[in-house]
T-cell receptor, first 113, second 111 residues
Framework: DAMVIQNPRYQVTQFGKPVTLSCSQT?????MYWYQQKSSQAPKLLFH???????NEADTPDNFQSRRPNTSFCFLDIRSPGLGDAAMYLCATSSEGSGYEQYFGPGTRLTVT | GEDVEQSLFLSVREGDSSVINCTYT??????LYWYKQEPGAGLQLLTYIFSNMDMKQDQRLTVLLNKKDKHLSLRIADTQTGDSAIYFCADFTGGGNKLTFGTGTQLKVEL
């Protein structure tokens, strides 16, 4: 089945230790998104790639970076995680041809100790 | 900027209908969506409506859009315990390929 996959599902990192979260998709969608969702809050868009074009949200901290080496994969790098970065990180994809619906992965729960 | 608001909680009995409401501020919204999120999971797209439509029905789900009042609702008929989740409305304006999510409504279905 075509889908959005996130690895790992749970990630524990230490304060200040870099961490990378992974997202892959088999939908062949040209747009990929990273969201941060804290408890009892709506998802907050960090950035997205439209094909290879990177689009950063104005309020996304510099601590968060992203890479998209090819259509299928997208990575979220947190350079120096703080306690406030503990959250669920959601990857999503969309395509102009599919009416802009965003399809979400299951998320990665990040814990910072 | 764009603002999307929802009530925080809704409690219904199993078998009753649920109505979750959403208001938005951007009059240029082109698509409006309803997502469901179960605990510890990602968001599942339930349905969406194009802005030139008033209503869309999909099995137990009915979406109503009042564009004049910028009001969107999701009606779930014959609500089941498996419908217990957080429901997010979201709108898409086309500019920037971005969704703006509402605050989420937690639906609790009681026996």
């Amino acid at each position: 089945d075509a889908m959005v996959i996130q690895n790992p599902r749970y990630q524990v990192t230490q304060f200040g230790k870099p961490v990378t979260l992974s997202c892959s998709q088999t939908l062949n969608h040209n747009v990929m998104y990273w969201y941060q969702q804290k408890s009892s809050q709506a998802p907050k868009l960090l950035f997205h790639y439209y094909d290879k074009d990177f689009n950063n949200e104005a309020d996304t901290p510099d601590n968060f970076q992203s890479r998209r080496p090819n259509t299928s994969f997208c990575f979220l790098d947190i350079r120096s995680p703080g306690l406030g970065d503990a959250a669920m990180y959601l990857c999503a994809t969309s395509s102009e041809g599919s009416g802009y619906e965003q399809y979400f992965g299951p998320g990665t729960r990040l814990t910072v100790t | 900027g764009e603002d999307v608001e929802q009530s925080l909680f809704l409690s219904v009995r199993e078998g009753d209908s649920s109505v979750i409401n959403c208001t938005y501020t951007d009059s240029s919204s082109t698509y409006l969506y309803w997502y469901k999120q179960e605990p510890g999971a990602g968001l599942q797209l339930l349905t969406y409506i194009f802005s030139n439509m008033d209503m869309k029905q999909d099995q137990r789900l009915t979406v109503l859009l009042n564009k004049k009042d910028k009001h969107l609702s999701l009606r779930i008929a014959d609500t089941q315990t498996g419908d217990s989740a957080i429901y997010f409305c979201a709108d898409f304006t086309g500019g920037g390929n971005k969704l703006t999510f509402g605050t989420g409504t937690q639906l609790k279905v009681e026996l």
